[in-house]
């Protein structure tokens, strides 16, 4: 044995001691567990504290700083990719008869074209909405907007369709118009609030005179179907009851090309107490090169961080800093991620392959027409004019 009782009860040491914990032996019973511990504490060396006080809670603070980070760079490891869509080729040319175009997608041809209804729910997208209608106003039966009082994640906001009401009076003989008082509910997860401002919409477009067979666009203010495409599907027999579109995916402006995975947007043969306005994936039909997605297309700073503090994935915004005026200028001139994320992909590939800033685009082919037609008007949407207006 290593240390044995003497007669008194104390504890005799063996001859041969450890020249870093030889005192212990030679203290009391009371203060053996304390010197024990200043024992292991001696025998630590500077490798060791460094990692301990230093490395440890520098650590600790970059998994609390990029924790997210690393959690998005991680999916693949838990989560699967989605099942894939069936892509529905795309031929248009706008000197090719409409007969041929639909008998190039295995459609017949109609004697008349459907009614078109776009319905939208409404936040601050003055500019986008705007573009939008432009763009699908020739083919549209009727537009459908509904605004609410507040935002989904509770905060409230001025009806600002309807104090902008005056801009949008090209539309005003084609237009209904509704609103919606918010519940203010505090934590309430957003998407519940989003949700009831669906069914909301759902009743609108009763009001607004949908009937069956009738095309319904569903799809976010950003999200821009292209003219021709809504003008192949109501000309064109026998599509799909429900069909996805495949829309370029854009942030901030033209300049910055994502990818061409935008999907959330729909179209849908309207079918009387079973077609509902909803936002994910209804089929696995997706028609390709069908638009134009422009997520946080704004001409004000202040724009971007009213989105940012108000839409569902507001949980984003993990630190105040990211609200700066300042930086976010930065970064959308960088073409970087305002809620300094990693892509939302599937794959370790396709993640490390969008890391970092989007590449800038040079090119202004194939966007809607009426931005082109008001190119001064709407220069920060074009390559080449990142900076906003601060107001």
């Not at 759902?202 to 292209?226: H, N, R, Y």
Request: proline fraction near 5%; hydrophobic fraction near 35%; charge should be positive.
């Amino acid at each position: 044995m290593m240390w044995m009782m003497n007669e008194g009860g104390g504890r005799n040491c063996p001859k041969k001691t450890d020249d870093i914990c030889g005192d212990v032996c030679a203290q009391g019973s009371s203060r053996l567990s304390m010197s024990r511990i200043r024992c292991i504490l001696r025998g630590i060396d500077l490798k060791t504290y460094i990692f301990l006080f230093v490395l440890v809670p520098t650590c600790i603070f970059g998994i609390y700083v990029h924790g997210q980070k690393i959690s998005y760079f991680l999916r693949p490891l838990w989560e699967s990719p989605p099942k894939p869509f069936h892509d529905i080729r795309h031929y248009y040319h706008e000197n090719v008869s409409m007969e041929t175009l639909c008998r190039l997608h295995g459609w017949g041809v109609r004697e008349f074209p459907r009614r078109v209804y776009d319905a939208v729910l409404f936040s601050n997208e003055v500019d986008i909405l705007t573009v939008r209608w432009q763009e699908l106003y020739p083919y549209i039966t009727q537009f459908v907007l509904l605004e609410s009082n507040s935002t989904f994640t509770g905060i409230p906001k001025p009806m600002v369709f309807a104090s902008n009401r005056e801009q949008f009076k090209f539309a005003e003989p084609r237009l209904t118009y509704g609103s919606i008082g918010g519940r203010f509910k505090k934590g309430e997860n957003p998407f519940v609030e989003e949700a009831m401002q669906r069914v909301a919409l759902d009743q609108l477009l009763k009001i607004a005179g949908i009937t069956d067979d009738d095309l319904l666009i569903m799809s976010d203010v950003d999200e821009v179907p292209s003219r021709h495409t809504i003008n192949l599907l109501r000309w064109c027999d026998d599509i799909p009851q429900v069909l996805h579109l495949r829309l370029k995916n854009y942030l901030y402006s033209f300049e910055f090309l994502v990818d061409d995975k935008s999907w959330r947007a729909s179209v849908h043969r309207y079918q009387t107490g079973k077609t509902r306005y909803a936002h994910y994936r209804q089929t696995d039909e997706i028609l390709a090169d069908a638009g134009w997605h422009c997520s946080f297309c704004f001409r004000h700073i202040s724009e971007f961080i009213f989105k940012m503090k108000a839409y569902s994935h507001n949980d984003r915004v993990r630190f105040s800093h990211y609200l700066n005026p300042k930086r976010v200028q930065r970064v959308i001139c960088k073409g970087a991620d305002l809620f300094d994320m990693l892509p939302e992909e599937y794959t370790f590939k396709e993640i490390i392959g969008k890391m970092g800033p989007i590449p800038h685009s040079f090119s202004a082919v194939h966007l809607p027409s009426y931005l082109l037609e008001n190119a001064e008007k709407y220069k920060f949407l074009l390559p080449g004019n990142c900076l906003r207006e601060s107001g």
